[in-house]
């Protein structure tokens, strides 16, 4: 699992990033569950996700907030990445950004997309 956090904030509101190599719903629900055992991302307001698995097509959740898990899923399939999960995890700051949060989510997966280790064989 790789993590990244504190690169950043909107209007109180905190972002982080994480993923992992998965090949199936109970490979992403295991990855879910072994994230939020750290507390911190237990109490987030909202740990969207989404995947494009190798047999099975894209999934995703808003855990919610409508709309994110789409944002993730459509930049994963337009990266080609495949068997390969992305969290944004969000700690409400006090402010609504109303559809500046899209930008968010696309800007701590692209942050991911950048910086994390992917191998070849999960694409």
Not at 4 to 17: N, P
Request: net charge positive; with cysteine; charged share 25%.
């Amino acid at each position: 699992m790789q993590q990244f956090s504190g690169f950043l904030t909107d209007r109180g509101s905190k972002y982080a990033v994480s993923g992992g190599p998965v090949q199936s719903r109970a490979d992403v629900k295991a990855f879910l569950k072994e994230l939020t055992r750290d507390k911190r991302y237990a109490k987030a307001t909202h740990n969207t996700w989404a995947a494009v698995l190798p047999e099975g097509g894209g999934v995703k959740g808003d855990d919610g907030e409508a709309g994110a898990g789409m944002v993730i899923l459509r930049m994963l399939e337009r990266e080609g990445l495949e068997g390969h999960v992305i969290v944004v995890t969000r700690w409400f700051g006090g402010t609504k950004l109303g559809g500046d949060r899209f930008r968010r989510v696309q800007d701590a997966v692209s942050h991911y997309l950048t910086h994390a280790d992917v191998t070849r064989a999960e694409c």
